[in-house]
């Protein structure tokens, strides 16, 4: 049992499948009460039921309210894990101008909208917690998506920014930053996620897993696939030559796809 979870009040977006199921899974496993949020109701309520929490269907964009009241008015963990994953349109394509907003609109704004909403409460009791699931692209970067990129390294910073100003006040922030995991959204990634993702990918339960793990060493960075470290450090470090290697796989990518 991790003494910090225990009897907390979670939320979880996008909790209807996925890493989010996973995570409320394993919440409620350690003895907290679990709001399921997920945009689609029946997903929702599905894994509520499994785990006798709560459903709150809806977009995890504008539901944050919705989810604290369904608690009580209380929320101790909130979960910003509802993510999309579009492309943007290719240069000679059409801009995908929806595509783009709805991804900042979820994998950003959602999480600036949730902490604005929860920061008063958790500043005032001294505890709170902002779990973010971004994924490696939010420090890397992933091939044939540019919205995907953009705004995981916008949910990344957001959840830095979070960290550095608030840590000293007792909320605590975990970014989230895995490569593939099995779950619906990378079968959707097509032939990049089958290049890049699918060879090293993992179960939700493995990212759940490692959440664990970093709430118990009070660890900002958790990365399921410990690899990405090394990329991260690689990019920093001589960034003409990593973009160099990722080159190759994207051209790699246009021959085979
Ligand atoms: N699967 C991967 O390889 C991978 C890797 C790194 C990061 N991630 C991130 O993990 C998070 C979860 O992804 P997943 O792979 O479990 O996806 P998934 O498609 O398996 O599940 C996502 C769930 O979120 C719900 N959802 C989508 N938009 C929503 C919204 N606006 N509000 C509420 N619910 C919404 C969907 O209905 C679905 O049930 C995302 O933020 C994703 O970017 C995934």
């Not at 990129?149 to 922030?173: D, I, N, Q």
Request: glycine residues 12%; contains cysteine; proline residues 5%.
């Amino acid at each position: 049992m991790v003494q910090a979870v225990q009897g907390a009040k979670v939320v979880v977006t996008g909790a209807g499948g996925g890493i989010g199921a996973a995570l409320a899974r394993r919440f409620a496993a350690q003895g907290a009460q679990v709001v399921v949020n997920d945009l689609d109701a029946d997903r929702a309520k599905a894994v509520a039921e499994e785990i006798g929490g709560l459903p709150v269907p809806g977009d995890a964009a504008s539901t944050v309210t919705e989810a604290r009241d369904a608690l009580g008015g209380t929320v101790d963990v909130y979960c910003a894990n509802a993510g999309v994953g579009r492309d943007g349109g290719e240069p000679g394509q059409p801009l995908d101008e929806q595509g783009w907003a709805l991804s900042w609109d979820v994998n950003v704004m959602a999480h600036v909208r949730a902490a604005h909403t929860l920061l008063p409460d958790w500043l005032e009791r001294g505890s709170g917690r902002f779990v973010s699931t971004v994924s490696a692209a939010g420090l890397l970067t992933m091939i044939g998506t540019a919205p995907y990129s953009v705004t995981k390294h916008g949910a990344y910073a957001f959840a830095e920014w979070l960290s550095l100003t608030y840590r000293h006040r007792g909320v605590k922030v975990h970014a989230i930053c895995p490569q593939g995991v099995r779950t619906d959204m990378l079968d959707a990634t097509g032939s990049a996620g089958d290049l890049v993702l699918k060879p090293t990918a993992i179960e939700p339960d493995d990212v759940a897993d490692a959440l664990f793990r970093g709430i118990d060493e009070d660890r900002f960075l958790i990365l399921p696939h410990p690899e990405v470290a090394e990329y991260y450090q690689a990019r920093a470090t001589d960034p003409d030559r990593w973009l160099t290697g990722m080159n190759r796989i994207q051209q790699h990518w246009e021959t085979t796809r």
